[in-house]
């Protein structure tokens, strides 16, 4: 299975809930539409979006976020499968988490600690949450809301993801469901 079809699977299993999933399934880049808000994200761009993901799923007994290479997969998902105002909330949204975190410690996103990483962005999903709930109809996602989302596409439909945090039998030919499943046991990579 191919990085495209593990996307339109997890887009049917999330109940296209995952913003931009009709573009998923249709293969990403709108026909008849160029999406000129993003031109190309920048080293330090991937590496800040890194950080942000790394944050939402951090190293723990397995590999987190970061290296899965979460932020570079972001960056592609923006810029080839959002519409223009999608991807103007995105980029928005990127300086506006560093502009709480300057609020809240006076400093950038990337100079605080991970202590202060996790504690800004818990206030800002409590945000999202707020904004999700008062949104009508076909409004803009809050930015945070897609980026967390972004985070955990990238993550579980990588390498690292599938084979590290989920538990993943390679097994060509015939469906076999009847595996052993002990209480504890990850769950299964599709």
């Known amino acids: 299975m191919d990085r495209r079809q593990a996307l339109s699977r997890v887009g049917l299993l999330l109940g296209g809930t995952v913003i931009g999933a009709s573009y998923f399934l249709e293969g990403c880049k709108p ?5 000129t808000s993003v031109n190309d994200f920048s080293a330090e761009d ?3 979006l890194d950080e942000v993901a ?4 951090p190293t723990t007994s397995t590999p987190g976020a970061k290296a899965a290479k979460v932020g570079a997969f972001m960056t592609v998902m923006v810029r080839d499968c959002y519409t223009e105002k999608q ?21 950038v996103y990337m100079e605080i600690t991970p202590d202060q990483r996790t504690e800004l962005l818990t206030d800002l999903d409590k945000e999202q949450k707020a904004f999700t709930a008062k949104q009508k109809g076909e409004e803009n996602p809050h ?8 985070t955990l596409l990238g993550y579980f439909t990588s390498e690292i993801g599938a084979t590290k945090a989920l538990r993943y039998v390679e097994s060509p030919g015939k469906y076999d469901g009847n595996y052993d499943y002990k209480k504890g046991d990850k769950a299964w990579a599709i």
Do not use: C, H, P, W
């Open 87 to 107: 991807q103007k909330v995105f980029m928005e949204g990127m300086s506006k988490l560093n502009d709480a975190s300057k609020t809240k410690f006076d400093k």
């Open 54 to 57: 790394d944050t939402i799923l």
């Open 46 to 48: 991937i590496a800040y």
């Open 31 to 35: 026909e008849g539409k160029k999406l």
């Open 143 to 150: 930015y945070f809301r897609m980026m967390k989302e972004l």
